[in-house]
C-alpha cells in the first residue's frame, strides 16, 4: 500500500489568494493579500479585462473576508485548514513573487 503525503496549511500561512478570470480566452489574475486587502472596503467585482466576477451579490473579496469574519469572530467555531498532496521532485515549483 502506498503511502500518501499531504501537506495542510493554515488560514495564517497564506501569503495571498490569487482570483483568476475564467472567462474564455481571459484568465487575468488579481493577486489579494488575505490579511491587509479583504478587509479593504473597495470591492473587487470584475477582472483588469473588465469581466464580472459577482456571484449572488459577493465581490471576491467580501467573500474570503466574510470567510475570514467567520473564523475570528463568535467564539472562532472553527478553522480552515488548506490541504495539498506533496509536490514530488518532477511537478514545477511556483516560483516566489
Ligand atoms: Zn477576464
Request: net charge positive; proline share 6%; with cysteine.
Amino acid at each position: 500500500m502506498p503511502i500518501e503525503r499531504r501537506v495542510v496549511v493554515g488560514w495564517s500561512d497564506l501569503r495571498a489568494i490569487v482570483f483568476e478570470c475564467a472567462s474564455t480566452g481571459c484568465g487575468a489574475r488579481v493577486v489579494v493579500r488575505p490579511d491587509a486587502e479583504l478587509d479593504k472596503g473597495e470591492r473587487v467585482e470584475k477582472c483588469p479585462n473588465g469581466h464580472l466576477w459577482i456571484g449572488d451579490g459577493l465581490s471576491v473579496n467580501k467573500t474570503f473576508g466574510t470567510l475570514k469574519q467567520q473564523m475570528s469572530s463568535g467564539g472562532k467555531v472553527f478553522k480552515v485548514l488548506l490541504q495539498f498532496d506533496e509536490p514530488t521532485a518532477s511537478e514545477p515549483t511556483v516560483p516566489k513573487q
